[in-house]
């Protein structure tokens, strides 16, 4: 499904600032595939996002999602098929807009089905509703209000359910529960991994929590210093403990894991 | 106070004007873009409309006049969209460089009289009889139709990429929508109503002035900002009827100021510290709250140690 080859990106080339942020990161994910990233700060992980979702465009390597060649394309034209979700709920929707008017825009993914005068058709509303009253916050009978009034936690399933509206070809989840409340965090999570499920999405979703690193999905890659350091699956990553991950990165990376985050989560949960 | 005929020209010129604050309203509102090429368009539309309607054809000088303006919205939005001119800036560039497209349409004058041309004014005048008050209802008529038509447009699927290009425009490229056309299209539309402002408004007074639009993008602020503060909240058709109110009002208010004598020479520097307070209001509300807190908290502490 999505195809990584050898890719490259430094920031700021030729200056004091020079970052070689990506360095010859190849990886292939199989249609269905769902892994969790995890990695030190600054290891390069969004930066990874960045690229497949085209916010820049690589220094060298290729990106191939479902056997196209996307490495050229803008980032609004792989939006198409690509859903993405940040750490901040006030990234992913317009605030000023109704919830109606926000999932009107995210259901412009689906190509061709309308033109562009054409305005908001009873059965979208019907859609929309049926599709809100999945996520459980009865925001179905609050479509004619503006997302602004929304708490943090609303947001975050809104955008979730406006990232996978149209059933994306690949979902990018980039610590989407981080900034939320723990109850509010474990609902959405809740939410992920049944609309992931449901339509068999392929996932890559970057974590500081090395419990959900494990447990969610059927990969985990580590990334360190712009690389994929490791990537275990399978019988392999069923057996494993957070400490036999935090081992496994120490050998492979040279150093131990340095994110603040995740050495805290890992204390709170042991 | 008012003589019938002080309050018919304010009302016809707030009507007329209405679009400048509606156009406003798209790129400084919906956009979030500070469109410089207001005052240029405006008098683009003036120059257009006024050497069509020389040459026989009023009617036409009005949409030839709305082309005209989205082209040079076009060419700011292009600027910004495509060159990465800072927004402001490529307005000042486009304005600027209107300055001589505007001489160049008016057969390098910087006036067009029309004492005798036939306008649309005159043909509403042969249609409704003299009598009638064809004037307010031509500039009525065109602002309605116009304002509805943008705000029908506003909620379409276009329309909503528009809107949210203003408010969040990650979400907008989330959604497969390119947020440099989405740009362009709000700037040709909202330059295009610039224009048709200034093409009724040099029918209207039967004569363009390559000076007419100077100040243009105040005199649109004041009357929108005016029309937000006394009736802008709620939906979009709300929002539409506050900026056209809010130029009648700013129409009546000038009315008002020559009325008083004050010369007019004087109108720009009270429109501009019309819209300077008003655009500053929330940060000055923001600060007397905190000034009175912070002497009461002063009062309070005293208090304690009593």
């Known amino acids: 499904m999505l195809d990584l080859q050898y890719l490259s990106k430094t920031f700021n080339p030729g200056t004091v600032n020079e970052k070689k942020a990506l360095s010859d990161v190849s990886l292939h994910l199989d249609k269905g595939d769902f892994a969790t990233i995890v990695g030190s700060n600054g290891a390069g992980k969004s930066t990874l996002f960045n690229a497949i979702a085209g916010s820049f465009y690589t220094d060298s390597g290729r990106i191939l999602l479902d056997g196209q060649d996307i490495t050229f394309w803008p980032d609004y034209r792989r939006s198409k098929t690509i859903g993405r979700m940040f750490q901040d709920p006030l990234r992913g929707t317009a605030p000023s807009m109704t919830i109606e008017e926000n999932l009107a825009l995210a259901y412009l993914r689906a190509s061709g089905h309308t033109s562009p005068f054409s305005r908001i058709s009873k059965a979208d509303r019907e859609l929309f509703a049926q599709r809100l009253s999945q996520l459980g916050l009865g925001l179905e009978k609050r479509m004619k209000q503006p997302v602004g009034l929304l708490s943090g936690g609303q947001r975050q399933a809104l955008t979730l359910l406006m990232a996978t509206l149209v059933t994306p070809k690949l979902l990018l989840l980039d610590e989407h529960t981080a900034a939320l409340d723990p109850a509010t965090a474990d609902k959405v999570l809740a939410l992920t991994k049944s609309i992931v499920a449901e339509h068999g999405i392929t996932c890559l979703m970057i974590t500081h929590n090395m419990h959900d690193a494990l447990q969610l999905g059927n990969r985990t890659l580590m990334m360190d210093g712009g690389r994929i350091v490791l990537d275990v699956g399978g019988e392999e990553r069923a057996r494993m403990t957070v400490e036999d991950l935090l081992t496994r990165f120490a050998k492979n990376a040279g150093h131990t894991l340095d994110n603040d985050r995740i050495l805290l989560s890992t204390q709170e949960d042991s | ?306």
């Open chain 2, 1 to 306: 106070m008012f003589t019938v005929a002080t309050v018919l020209s304010a009302l016809e010129l707030g009507f007329i004007y209405a679009l400048v604050a509606m156009a406003l309203f798209l790129s400084f509102r919906v956009l979030n873009i500070a469109d410089m090429t207001t005052d240029g368009a405006f008098t683009l539309g003036c120059a257009v409309s006024a050497t069509a309607a020389v040459a026989g054809h009023p009617f036409l000088g009005l949409p030839l006049a709305m082309l005209a303006g989205a082209c040079a919205g076009f060419v700011t939005a292009f600027l910004q969209t495509r060159l990465a001119v800072p927004s402001i800036l490529a307005g000042i560039i486009t304005n600027t460089g209107l300055y001589t497209v505007n001489l160049a349409v008016m057969g390098f004058s910087s006036n067009v009289p029309m004492l005798k041309t036939k306008t649309i004014f005159t043909a509403a005048e042969a249609l409704l009889g003299e009598n009638a008050p064809y004037k307010l209802i031509t500039a009525v008529g065109i602002t309605v139709v116009v304002c509805a038509v943008l705000i029908l447009f506003l909620n379409t699927r276009l329309g909503l990429s528009i809107r949210a290009t203003g408010d969040n425009p990650d979400m907008v490229r989330a959604s497969s929508i390119n947020t440099a056309f989405t740009i362009t299209i709000g700037l040709c539309i909202a330059n295009a109503m610039t224009a048709l402002s200034g093409a009724v408004l040099a029918q209207y007074q039967k004569s363009a002035d390559i000076n007419l639009g100077t100040g243009m993008v105040v005199i649109g602020l004041a009357s929108l900002i005016i029309g937000e503060t006394l009736f802008g909240r709620g939906g979009m058709w709300v929002k539409a009827v506050a900026a056209v109110a809010g130029s009648v009002i700013y129409r009546f208010i000038i009315a008002l100021a020559l009325r008083a004598n004050v010369p007019s020479e004087c109108l720009k520097l009270i429109s501009a510290v019309i819209v300077a307070l008003a655009i500053a209001a929330p940060a000055l509300k923001s600060g007397m709250a905190f000034r009175s807190r912070r002497h009461n908290a002063g009062k309070e502490g005293r208090k304690d140690h009593a």
